[in-house]
Each structure stands twice: as C-alpha cells, then as structure tokens.
Antibody
Framework: EVQLVESGGGLVQPGGSLRLSCGVSGFTFSDHYIAWVRQAPGKGLDWVGLTRNKANGYTTEYAASVKGRFTISRDDSKNSVYLQMNSLETEDTAVYYC???????????WGQGTLVTVSS | DIVMTQSPDSLAVSLGERATINCKSS????????????LAWYQQKAGQPPKLFIS???TRETGVPDRFSGSGSGTDFTLTISSLQAEDVAVYYC?????????FGQGTKVEIK
C-alpha cells in the first residue's frame, strides 16, 4: 500500500526555522518525484516545490514565493524527503502536504498533511 | 509561471443536475510531440487531502465515477459532473504539470442547491 506520512509541523515564530519530513512506503522511492504542496487555512492549494527522481538527478524546483528560503532534500536510505523552511513568515502558515509523482504526471498519492503555524 | 484561473469560484447545483467547472491556463498545456494536454483535476473534500481525479485533461483515474468527465485542449479546459450526487460536494482544483513549477487553479467549491 502506497503511503506518505508528513511530520514535523508545529508553532514557530516569524523569522524562525522548521524542518518537515515526509516518510514514504509501498513504492520504489528512487523512481518517483516527491512534491510539497501547502494549503493556508480556508484557502486553495499552493505548490511549494519538488525533488525529481534518481533518473533525473534528484534536481529540485521551487515556487517563487519560497525560493531562497525553503530547501527540499531526500534520503533514499530512509525513504524520506525533507522540507527545510527558513526565514518563516506568517504567510507560510498552512497545512503542508507531500505528494508523489513521476516524470510528466500529476500527483497521484498524497499524505494527510502537517500543520505549520507561524505566529508570535 | 503558468497562471491557472478557474471559474466560477463556487456553484450550487441541484441533485441530479449538471455541474460545469472551467479552467484557463495562461499558456498552452498541449505538448506537441505527444499531443497530450498536461492538465489534471483534483477533488478535495473537507478535512481530507486532494485526490487525483483526471489526468491528461480527460483520463479518469481508476475508481472515479463516469459522471465525471474532463475536456478541452490548449488553454481552455472543463470538468463536468453530469448528474450531481451528494457525495460530489467538494472543492475541485485544476493543475498544470506542463512546466517545472506545477501551479494550481484557485479552486471551485461545488455545493448542493
């Protein structure tokens, strides 16, 4: 069974940092892209970024709103992807989902999400 | 970045009636070499993560009822629910996967009239 499980959310002050994790199981991790998508309370889906699969060199892409502040990394030995978030702003408050994809395909499996609250 | 614009933002439809959601992209999502449109539709119910419903603009995922259909090409796309059921109440999002930055539409909330 394909599973993605996010963890690491919580309350952080503006300007602070947080690292989210996405643990996966049930599929060949190195074959897949993993993306982060966030959803502010009562708002729509906002694509954050992704890491490509091994065949595509594990390269990353980011939304303009987070580029330079957020970094996505992955550890194939732990079947995990990480989202390092620095210089957090109140506008970053959201549920953060990780989701699976392959080359040129949408996100076919999603985790349940983890809530990040940026507030003083 | 490719901008995705959905209309309307919300709609209320009677049970058994047709619901139509539009999605417009700021540039063509048709990849010429494959003749495929890189456009997906997701359904999100309250308190749940999104669920992939349609890929390639018109291909239903396994288990998606056939009352859901996707159409369109290039920059203009439509999701149609032919006969709205109570369990279809949700927010629907279009998303492009043509570019490296995979943007979503703002969502359309579907309710029962």
């Amino acid at each position: 069974e394909v599973q993605l499980v996010e963890s690491g959310g919580g309350l952080v002050q503006p300007g602070g940092s947080l690292r989210l994790s996405c643990g996966v199981s049930g599929f060949t991790f190195s074959d897949h892209y993993i993306a982060w998508v966030r959803q502010a309370p009562g708002k729509g889906l906002d694509w954050v970024g992704l890491t490509r699969n091994k065949a595509n060199g594990y390269t990353t892409e980011y939304a303009a709103s987070v580029k330079g502040r957020f970094t996505i990394s992955r550890d194939d030995s732990k079947n995990s992807v990480y989202l390092q978030m620095n210089s957090l702003e109140t506008e970053d408050t959201a549920v953060y989902y990780c989701a699976r994809s392959i080359t040129a395909y949408p996100f076919d499996y999603w985790g349940q999400g983890t809530l990040v609250t940026v507030s003083s | 970045d490719i901008v995705m614009t959905q209309s309307p933002d919300s709609l209320a439809v009677s049970l058994g009636e047709r619901a139509t959601i539009n999605c417009k992209s700021s540039q063509s999502l048709l990849y010429s070499s494959s003749n495929k449109n890189y456009l997906a539709w997701y359904q999100q119910k309250a308190g749940q993560p999104p669920k992939l419903f349609i890929s390639w603009a018109s291909t239903r995922e396994t288990g998606v009822p056939d009352r859901f259909s996707g159409s369109g090409s290039g920059t203009d796309f439509t999701l149609t629910i032919s006969s709205l059921q109570a369990e279809d109440v949700a927010v629907y999002y279009c998303q492009q996967y043509y570019s490296n930055t995979r943007t979503f539409g703002q969502g359309t909330k579907v309710e029962i009239k």
